[in-house]
Each structure stands twice: as structure tokens, then as C-alpha cells.
């Protein structure tokens, strides 16, 4: 208990999204263990630790992703807003709806940039009409940063953008149902630095109109984009903080040694 | 020795064994220099036992190929310059009959001739049959000693024995897949060459565009009832209406949905019971479907057509249609599984974590990234069911109507093949020929069917590889 009450302190004022005593098991295997978070409103938060360290799995909890793949099993209370979002009430196609996601490829669908962007508004129903539609794919487009690099060329295909477009296409697909928090897992690995500098750059941009959380394998890039980090090891939350505390001051020596590269 | 054959076999065992030894010789020689401190040797000691065998063995085999070929008609040149055989019969079946006799005499086959000349001739046939094994044995002999050898004294350790090993290796293998398209090749040629004799006699615009099929025609002049025309339309319609209209809106819809159910909602253990029971469909054996659609189907169908008040044959269409959609569920499931299981995983999460509901995934996602292996499939499955011939054999009939009215018979294009070739026949009139038309039409269709489908799945393929 004592690691809860230090959790929630931490936490910023605005808390979007609390995990409380979350197992994730695959079969008979657990992935992440007994942890527990607040996710800020207006923070940008980052989940970062070496490799199977259960951050991934964590992050797929949130919207409940870990429901599609077989055996997958979470204990442990996850709230959307006070809300359970395990409870047997809670609507999957309306949790997903409120908690986008990113996922570490880029995987635009193989139709077109605005039929892309659309495809969420539409199954929802959230544009009344066609000229609602094209307003809602154009603010979409325009906040992932997109919008002057494809509006002459609405009509091709997704997939035929370059890796970070296509990226920057997915966040806009995952804004177009204006969720409150958007899941990024590790949305920049599959892409150039220069890509990755304006994926970062829209994280920054981003940043409180939505809740952000952000798996990375890169500190780095944790550094620089978000506010509050948590360290994984081992399926174990080790430490949550500021992220300026995190990298500066670690009070694990296991966050320090991940941080100065000594493993991982 | 009196058998040619058995002596045939000897010589072969006689050519291998002598490669055998070779194979172990070349490896000795080679085992010699492979001494440890001395610079490696090129290749492993087996590989100069195989390239000494094979120098040993090929052209004593090829020259055996090329004897076997050859050696009857020399045997027989040496009978017909013997003086036994100056005063045989002009008549060549007659000569024919005794040569047969001789040979059998000399083969040892029978002991007595019904025909004196036979029994003159058989000591000759004896006589130069043993002289050309002989001479057989020993050129075969000789060239697989000599080639044996030649090789033997290429074995040094710079020698690259596996290299060439290797490059014969794929001239193999080269061969034998030459062998398969060759012989396609040489079906289209005689299918062909019938064809143009069909044409010759039946112009191609009639065959492909006349609306009136009755291929009977007249053997002797004065016989009635045989008009002979020679208008396919009607088969190709019927072959359309069973084979790509009715048993496609059965195979496609069932197909595609088990495909769906098979990969997006049925568990791990009832898809791997499913799947393989599904594809014992494609294992049962068509004329088994025959027994169906004739049967069972056919029967059914037409009581359907007499409660509905449609006057219905016991031969039809759907009936045969029905029963060959369920026999090509299997190709159109198959096919479909595949390309919805090729179409990656991040496409579906992308579509789930959108709030997206399987269905629509399924719907929005999944079947329009799949759309062209299946449609690939789907051609593939009409291509097979253009070609199918037992079930329309025993449930469509052979009426050729040219009829929309799924309860009438109608007939197919295989169907009427069967019928032309069925039977004796004589290869010089139109209707018999026609069946080698018939033949060439479905071969064109059916290729460029699979071609076109080839092209759709490889398209397909490169948009996420």
C-alpha cells in the first residue's frame, strides 16, 4: 500500500486514467506484475525498460487490446475516469473509442488517406453528413501534421506514403474519433530520424488536448517528449516519477543503471 | 543370354558395378592426398568418387538408350540379308506373322512355330541377336571403362570435382522439370492438330458462334436423322451457366464465410478439426459426386420444380451446378483462408483499436485486403469447374438447350466430349474431331484462367511483402 499512496502523490492533478494492482498473464506466465499508475490528463507519460519487460503488455491493458490475443488474462482494476473499464458493463467498442492507439508499425489500411481517416468517424457514426466527414478527416490530418503534405492527394493510398507519413497517418486515424487518451507503442521504431523528430514534435503538439501515453525503447526520446516516466523491469513498475527526476535523479539503482546503459 | 531383355539387365548391372568400383577408387585417391599438414584438397573425397562414377555409368547408359532403340531394326536388317529369307512372302502382314513366330522361337518363348518358314528363320534371329549383345556388352563396357578411367586420372587435389558434380546435378534436375512442360507442350500439339482437322472441315466461326449443336452425322448417304451441325454456343453456355454461375453462388458465399469463421472466430481446436474436414471434401473422389448429383440431387431439384408448378427434368442444371458449388467450397475456402490469414495482424488491431467491432474488421478491413486472393481463388475454382466432367456427366444431361431455366438439362462441353469419343469411332469425321475443338476451347479458357489468377494472387502478394 504504501507504493499506491507514493503513486497517486506523484501523480499530476488532473488523473485521466489509474491502474490498480494490475497482473497481465499469458497462460501461465505473467507479464507484468502487481503494478500500479496514475496516468495524467496533461502530461505526455512514457513507459520505458529493456526488452519483455512487460511495458508493451501494460499499455495494451489500457484499451483492453489484450483481449484479441488467446490466454491473455488481466487482473487488477483499471479505471477510465472512475470508470472500471473491466467491469462487465463497460463497452469495448466505446473504451476504444475514448483510448486510441498507435501501434509500433505504422499500418494505415490499404485505402485511401481520407477513407483511412474517415474509418473511425464512420463506424461510430460521428459525422452526420459528408461535409462533417471531410471537416473532421481535415482537422485530423491537420493536427497529426499531415494535411499540407497529402491534401492534393486525398484519394491514394495509404500505403503508399512514406513510413513516417504513414505514422503520422495513423495517429490521424486514431484523433478522428477524438479519443480523451491515445496509447502510442513505440511509434517511432520503425522510422528515420527525421521522421522520428516529427513524430516527437506532434507528441509535443499533442500534448493536453489528449492524455499520451508512450512506450519506448529509447530514452532519449523518453527524455524529450514526455513528463512523467515509469521504469519496467522484469513485468515490475521499479519506479515512477518526473521525468526530469528520472533521468537526473533516479532513486533505484536499478532505473540508474538501465538509464546509464548499463544493461537493457 | 537368349532373352534380349535379360541380357539388357545384365549389361546395366555389369555398367553400374563398374561405376561402383570406380566411386570407390576415386574416393581411395582421393582419401590418399587428403592427408592432414597438406593443403586442402578442392572437394571431399566423395565427390571425386561420384564424378568418376558418373563419367563411368552416363555414357554407357546413353549409348544403352540410344542401342535399345536401334538394335531391333539391325537385328532385323541381318535376318532379311540371311538367304533363310529370300524366299518369304511378299504380303507384309504376312512376313510380319512369321518374323513374330521367329522371334519368339529364338527368344525362347515357344518351342514350336505354326509356320515352317518361321522355324528356318528363328536360328538366325538366335544367331544375330547373340552377336549384337555382344557387340552391346562390350561398346557399353568399354565406354564405361574408358570413361571410368578418364575421370580416374582427373583426380588430383586441385581437381574441382564438386564443382562439376554439382552443375550435373542441376542439368538433372533441369531435365526432369523439362520433362513435365514438354509433354504439356506436346498435349497442346496434338490437341492442335485435331482441331485444325476439325476446322478444316467445319469453319470456326460456325463452331464458335452457331446457336445449334447435333454433331450425328451420316456414315453412309442414304441415312436420316443426322444433320451434323456443329454450333457450340450452346455448350458453352451450359458450361458457363453450371460451372462459373450456379456452383459459384453456392462455392463463393459458403466458402468465404467459412474461411471467416475458420480463421476470425472459430477457437484454435475446432479450426484445426474443421480445416482438415473441410479439405477431405477436395479428396472425394468427383464421380462420387456424380452418384450425388444424380441420385439424390437431381431428383430433389425436380420435385422442387414440379411443387412450384416449372415443368422439371430429372436431369438439370442446378442439379449438377448444386453439387459441384459444394464440391469447390473447399478451393474457394482454402484460398480465402489464406489470403485473409496473409493480410497482416496490425491490419485487424488497427481496425479493433479504433473501436471497430470484429464484423465490421472483418467486413471494412479484412475481406477488402483480402478481396484479391480470393477473387484469385475464385478463379482458380472456375477454371476447375469449367474443366470438372463427372458430375455434369452424370446430372446434366445431353440436351444441348440454350436455356436460362435452371430445371431444364442442359449440357456441357466435357459432357459432350465424353459422348463424341465414347464408343467406337472414326477418327476422320467431323464428329469425332469436334471433341479435340471442344478440348482445345476449355484448354485456352481454362489457361487463361489460371493465368489471369496467377497474376491477381501475385499482385496481391507484392502489396505487403
Redesign the interface.
Known sequence: MKQETELGQQAGQNIMMTARNVSVFYGGKMAVNDVSIDISKDDVTAFIGPSGCGKSTFLRSF?R?ND?I?NARVEGRIELDGEDIYASGMD??????RV??V?Q?P?????SIYENVA??PR??GLAAGKTALDEIVQRSLRRAGLWEEVKDRLTDSG?ALSGGQQQRL?IA??IA?DPEVILMDEPASALDPIATAKIEELIHELRGRYAIVIVTHNMQQAARVSQRTAFFHLGNLVEYGDTSQIFTNPRETRTKDYITGRYG | MRNPSLSLTAILLLVLGLGLAGWFAARAKARAFARPGETRPHSLPSYHGWYVLLWAVLPALLFLGVWSSVSGGLVMQAVMDSPAAANLPGFEMQRQAIFTEARALADGTKTAAFNPQATALAPVFAEATTRYTIIATVVALLLAFSGGAFAFTRVSPGFRARTKVERLVMAALLIASLIAILTTLGIVASLLFEALRFFSMVSPIEFLFGLNWSPQTAIRADQAGSSGAFGAIPLFWGTIFIGAIIAMIVAIPLGLMSAIFLTQYA??TVRRWMKPLLEILAGVPTVVYGYFAALTVAPAVRGFAVALGIPGSSESALAAGLVMGIMIIPFVSSMADDSIAAV?Q????????????SS?TIK??LV??ALPGVVGGVLLAVSRAIGETMIVVMAAGLAANLTINPFESVTTVTTQIVQLLTGDQEFDSPKTLAAFALGLVLFIVTLLLNIVALRVVKKYRE?YE
Open positions: 484499451n487490446m484479441t488467446p469495448v467498442v466505446q473504451l476504444r473509442a486510441g492507439m501501434f508499425k499500418n494505415p489500411f490499404p485505402k474509418y473511425g463506424i461510430h500505403t495513423c486515424r486514431a474519433v | 477457437s484454435a497482416p496490425a491490419m485487424r488491431d488497427g481496425s479493433l483499436a479504433l473501436g471497430a467491432t465490421e471494412k478491413v477488402p485486403a502489396a
